[in-house]
């Protein structure tokens, strides 16, 4: 008989990952119970309980979560790339042709996966952690079942490339709202920090960092005038990692606070 979302716990198996809204490491995500979304961009992706995906390194992305019943677990395992080496030069494993641009990446169903979840419950050290005897063992067995079901995720996971120069203007434009520092939006657009610099002033007529900031700025005065946002709703979706940073920002860009915009607008 299988486990129940209730006797699932939230754990980790692998390297620690970035609270930051860069993917560093693929990582097979595992929605015990709760709701999850996730936007990377482009397009926006739900998980439910009982549902799974693989979420996909050298990508943006956010998600958020919605507590069920006043809980929320999941069980993600890392598959970082020395980890990956190591299985492509013992197993030789087919690469189909196959590409994709979702960062996350859907997973076809199989029987399989909630008996390995059940599965690792005797290793789990209640600390939010996999004894690290058997993590990689389970590792392994996880990544057999994924490949078994889902041949063309292989073409994603064993892919080393690093990515290609593009257009530095529409990836900042796409994507300005993500919470990633400056090193990565030059690696993510194929370029060093300072190659990434000179260009990016070559194109806006203006240093990262400020554009960035006026650009996130811009949009939430729009958000609060136009669209009747609550500045606590927007603050993490702009890029802001707290609301009283986002604050002081808005005023000292504005001259005036975010409450008082709204305050105004309700006023009229």
């Known amino acids: 008989m299988l486990l129940k979302a209730d006797h699932i716990q939230s754990c980790y198996i692998g390297p620690e990952i970035s609270p930051e809204e860069f993917i560093a490491e693929h990582f097979f995500l595992y929605l015990a119970k709760g709701k999850m979304h996730g936007y990377d961009g482009k397009r926006y992706s739900t998980l439910h309980s009982g549902e799974y995906c693989i979420v996909r390194k050298n990508h943006l992305a956010r998600y ?126 194929g370029r060093s920090l300072s190659a990434f610099k000179r260009d990016f002033e070559k194109i806006f007529n203006d240093t990262p960092s400020r554009w960035l900031i006026q650009k996130r700025l811009d949009e939430a005065y729009f958000l609060l005038e136009k669209k009747n946002n609550k500045a606590s709703d927007i603050y993490l979706d702009l890029g802001f990692e707290d609301l009283s940073h986002f604050s002081f920002a808005f005023k000292k860009r504005f001259g005036h606070s975010p409450s008082e915009v709204i305050a105004k607008k309700t006023a009229v």
């Open 64 to 189: 958020n979560k919605e507590r069920e019943n006043d809980e929320f677990k999941k069980v993600i395992i890392i598959f970082d790339e020395p980890f990956l080496k190591s299985y492509k030069e013992r197993h030789h494993p087919s690469i189909p042709a196959f590409q994709s641009a979702r960062a996350f990446f859907p997973l076809k169903p199989d029987d399989l996966i909630p008996h390995f979840i059940q599965s690792l419950m005797p290793y789990y050290t209640g600390h939010g952690k996999i004894d690290p005897r058997f993590a990689d063992l389970k590792r392994e067995e996880l990544l057999m079942i994924l490949l078994q079901s889902n041949p063309k995720l292989a073409a994603i996971l064993f892919d080393f490339s690093i990515p290609e120069k593009i257009d530095l203007g529409e990836f900042m434009i796409k994507n300005y709202k993500f919470n990633v520092n400056l090193e990565r939006f030059a690696y993510l657009t």
